[in-house]
């Protein structure tokens, strides 16, 4: 698997890189044949009145097909624990529909 990271109106350190791999890379036990991510961070706009707005946005490509996911808070990690969370159980009904077309002989 490919993780694409790219930052947006904030520096990218080491510790958000090691950060957005090691929650990434989780994803795998749920779906097997993912080939690539993109993930972008930063911050959403710069003209809030207060404090700032991050956003993490992932992009995943399983078996050809694109599965986006995109969220908002005030501290960073726990946007990209959102994305993470959002995305296991997106990646998780992926799998059990796959299941159930090999079932099913669909």
């Known amino acids: 698997m490919t993780i694409n990271l790219v930052h947006k109106g904030l520096p990218l350190t080491p510790a958000i890189t090691a950060y957005v791999e090691e929650k990434m890379e989780t994803l795998n036990k749920f779906m097997e044949g993912i080939e690539q991510m993109d993930v972008e961070v930063g911050m959403s706009t ?5 404090g700032n707005v991050f956003l993490c946005r992932v992009n995943v490509v399983v078996g050809g097909e694109v599965i986006r996911v995109e969220r908002e808070e005030v501290d960073l990690y726990k946007a990209i624990d959102k994305v993470r969370d959002h995305l296991r159980e997106t990646l998780a009904q992926a799998k059990k529909r796959e299941a159930d077309k090999r079932q099913n002989g669909s």
């Open 46 to 50: 710069h003209h809030h009145h207060k």
